[in-house]
């Protein structure tokens, strides 16, 4: 039989007591850096999408300044359409006129 001192009982008893407090906060530890690599990987994702649809939505808008800039130009080419014809119009009542007027005074 080994004689062992109290107090080296004791200390034993203590440093058994310290390591299973320190592996319960290791495993603590490793069950929180888990989820926290979880959570960083969901807003990792989250992240991912919001930039994809910010870029779709850029791309949508260049797509909408697009037909809006053909819409303006089809705008102009009717104006541009609408003052000849206004100007064909006024010619002609203005030829007819004098045409007419031509006729009464030479017949």
């Known amino acids: 039989m080994v004689l062992v001192p109290v107090s080296s009982l004791k200390k034993a008893l203590i440093i058994l007591q310290e390591r299973k407090n320190c592996q319960n906060e290791v495993l603590v530890a490793r069950d929180s850096i888990k989820t926290q690599s ?19 939505l850029k791309e949508n808008n260049d797509n909408y300044k697009k037909v809006i800039n053909n819409k303006d130009t089809e705008i ?32």
């Open 38 to 56: 979880e959570i960083i990987s969901n807003l990792d994702t989250i992240v991912v999408n919001q930039s994809s649809m910010i870029n779709l």
């Open 76 to 107: 102009k080419h009717f104006e541009n359409l609408y003052v000849k014809e206004k100007r064909h119009k006024r010619l002609a009542i203005g030829g007819g006129s004098i045409l007419f007027i031509l006729s009464i005074i030479f017949l």
